[in-house]
């Protein structure tokens, strides 16, 4: 495919449509060319998004996140320590960030508890909505055929981070098989943004009031993958309270299409895409990444569980209520039961510990809150969809297998659906060692603030402990001080 | 309802269960007394969340947001500009904060353009499944039968806010019709996070690396209200790409009942609740906010499109692809276009201004990012569901109309859901001055994390402008300045 950098350096809004050179790469020789169609290369008015364009409004006034005393977290080689949780942070040259053995201390049983064995980006799926020659095949498999590590970016202190970040490198294997450093692929910080992690004031009690506020601090481990025009943003923040949180951020560069339109009243029919600029079509598409999320609580004997929250008609008379809703549990054990579609009925999905229950008798697990949640929208015989098959159910669990890694086939590029997620066998998985996929899904329809660049659209999940503590187990940590900077002053009211 | 205060400042933790004591007020007199049951008073242990408990664990170290230079908004009267926005903030009794004639500065057009005549928290929500005497009836509105205003708290500075903010007074009618003040209710500040608002680096020029980074900083509008034993954060959040982002926490105290029971195996029939401590049951329920959000995009003349995402499938051997999906536009005309229920289609929801198109022809708009989507669990005929009907729908459409603010109707207390928001009429709405309702809905379903105090738990929703540009607005907005805290140091890497 060929770009036309001409009057910007964004050469994803200039493509030279229909334009296809066949190239050798061995020989480095041009062994074909065909130019299919002609269309105007759209414009370069406006797409220029460099730091040397002119700038335009009043800027915003300086601000930052400080630790006067230095952050509270320890990095250890890849062992990373900070309150009560410490955890591995290894790189993959696929799946970017992989988070293992986490651990969190319990301050009530005085001892270091499992949480997640491994955690990890699986696949990524992109797939475009536009079925003319150049495009028909972008179906994308950013991490089996690209490597979502491969192209993470090099972070650069105070610039997209703030002050209080620790960096750490990476290393892969070269195609000569020497090793290559890749600095600074993630950044490991401390996040402060003025949330509340939690608060009560009391005023029910005669004569007193009790107001209790605690802010929320948590640690984030930070990488950017920019694979082509994309640009992802994956943080895995860990929380005092035992939560888990996963966010991938969206930004970068659209992909476009030339065309002679320059106005949506020539559009007769169904043409794919929406009419962005003049000359500029963009084509619908999704983003769809799925996450291997082997948690081990307490051991790696754990079962999956749905609380289905079942309204239950009253009939009898017992109260003026006609109705109430409680939680129903059902604990996996057929192969129907690990593939969940989300939407219909209301449920929250759990692992336990069977072997392991609270003081009261509630098993022990943590419990998954999805971010969106999406169907996918091509028929089941579309090739790109036989192949991303795992997007069809927006939960699996699998019993854990050490070569079912990698959700759309071990060899993406050369897989026709038939190792991927959708047909590994599910076998008998109470009580045992499982795995949870969770498939995040972005679709997007372009609209023209997208245009030329995309901001950061984020969604995710969280990981949330579920009976695993006795009671609140942040109720009396010590909140960190405040830093009170010298020269502020709070703004004058006019 | 009668609590026992002996051991804890939390008088939620020990209901003297089945107690009910009739006082008349105005004679300030006991009039009758019911002693239903005899269950324990619950244990106070580890119920008592204030201050003056003993806290555990290492301190993290200071963290804090700095602005050396102040703020870069200004508060003008109940006028707030920030970046390229203006809005009004007011306060009400019973919806708490008031957003109000906002408007965006557009630099390219060079003038202001409307966006929100008004948006606020028209009713909550919060039913509990238990049935007993002395719980059926607790189906509260926090709004109409509180006022989610009434109750906000007193906002104090550098405890549950970054330095940089500015607070606001209210004022409310007393019982005698003097004026009351309440200090501190609000509380303006900018949000800064270490998120990013945009990056692309592009590796795709020979010879050349671009690499471009702009850090996330909003604007943010806090009020947090307790209502009995449960604390609402709310945020309105501004952005300069034009969104507008509402974002609702739930953190407080649970309502508990108590109970008999020592440990889940002694409970043979089903029990309302779910036991977390001993002889503490808690009921699961729920919380949902209406939101009332009147776009008025560029005018007032505005109409309601909902953007179905429909599969096509492909037969005619025209791609080797067997479907694609592409963006289908149903403007909303007919009554029952105007109930939305989430989650079984794929949808985009926008509110567009039929009269005013961009320079390629698409009409201006914004579209609502829905954060949690919820359906009611409670049967039709159930009086407190006939009451909050508005629940039904995750979004609503209506004309304007002046006397249609209050989604659980005027006079809450004594609705009979006759003048709610599911009973008004849904006249012709092309064109036209309309209001888009909301539904944020958190089924809360307790587990033993929660006791005796929950941790903060969010969902919301986003206003994101949807061809209201002619491009991405703010890629040439210069950023701000880096902040460098002068003895700084990363952290050693043992």
């Not at 300086?62 to 990095?75: C, M």
């Not at 651990?103 to 064995?117: G, K, N």
């Not at 098989?177 to 943004?193: L, Q, T």
Request: hydrophobic content about 35%; some cysteine.
């Amino acid at each position: 495919m060929c770009s036309y950098l001409d009057g910007t350096v964004n050469l994803y809004m200039r493509p030279e449509e229909g334009v296809t050179v066949a190239v050798d790469l061995d020989e480095m020789r041009i062994v074909g060319f065909v130019d299919r169609v002609t269309v105007p290369v759209p414009k370069p008015n406006g797409t220029d998004y460099s730091g040397l364009q002119k700038r335009v409004g009043p800027a915003l006034k300086r601000i930052g996140l400080v630790q006067p005393d230095g952050p509270s977290f320890a990095v250890d080689g890849h062992m990373i320590r900070w309150a009560n949780w410490e955890f591995h942070l290894s790189f993959d040259v696929r799946a970017g960030p992989i988070i293992s053995l986490s651990l969190i201390y319990d301050a009530e049983q005085q001892e270091f508890r499992q949480v997640m064995y491994r955690g990890f980006i699986s696949e990524l799926f992109v797939p475009y909505m536009d079925l003319t020659e150049e495009w028909y095949y972008r179906t994308f498999f950013d991490a089996g055929e690209y490597g979502f590590g491969l192209y993470a970016v090099q972070l650069e202190p105070l610039r997209d981070c703030p002050e209080n970040a620790a960096f750490m490198d990476a290393y892969i294997a070269g195609q000569d098989r020497k090793p290559i450093k890749m600095s600074n692929v993630f950044r490991v910080f401390e996040r402060y943004a003025g949330d509340i992690r939690w608060h009560h004031t009391e005023l029910g009690i005669p004569g007193k009031v009790i107001r209790e506020v605690r802010p929320e601090v948590n640690l984030v481990v930070r990488m950017v993958s920019t694979v082509g025009n994309y640009d992802y943003i994956v943080d895995w923040e860990f929380k005092q309270s035992g939560s888990i949180k996963a966010t991938v951020g969206l930004t970068g560069l659209l992909e476009v299409r030339g065309s002679n339109y320059t106005h949506n009243d020539q559009i007769a029919d169904e043409e794919y895409g929406v009419l962005l600029a003049e000359n500029t079509l963009s084509a619908p598409h999704d983003h769809f990444l799925i996450f291997h999320l082997d948690l081990d609580i307490d051991s790696d004997s754990n079962s999956f569980v749905k609380f289905v929250f079942r309204q239950t008609p009253v009939t009898d008379r017992r109260s003026p209520r006609k109705s109430y809703w409680s939680v129903v549990s059902e604990t996996a054990k057929t192969k129907s039961d690990t593939k969940i579609k989300l939407g219909s009925e209301q449920v929250e999905l759990l692992v336990v510990n069977p072997g392991k229950k609270t003081k009261v008798g509630n098993r022990v697990g943590y419990r998954l809150i999805p971010g969106s949640i999406t169907q996918p929208l091509l028929s089941d015989d579309d090739y790109a969809q036989i192949r991303r098959a795992f997007t069809k159910y927006n939960v699996w669990v699998t019993p854990y297998n050490t070569s079912e890694k990698w959700a759309g086939g071990l060899y993406t590029d050369q897989s026709n659906g038939e190792d991927t997620l959708a047909t590994w066998t599910q076998r008998a998985m109470e009580n045992k060692d499982i795995v949870l996929w969770y498939t995040l899904g972005f679709p997007h329809a372009p609209y023209q603030e997208d245009f030329p660049l995309m901001l950061t659209l984020s969604s995710g999940f969280e990981l949330r402990p579920a009976n695993f503590f006795e009671s609140n187990p942040v109720l009396r940590v010590i909140p960190p001080g405040v830093v009170e900077w010298p020269n502020c002053s709070i703004p004058s009211v006019i």
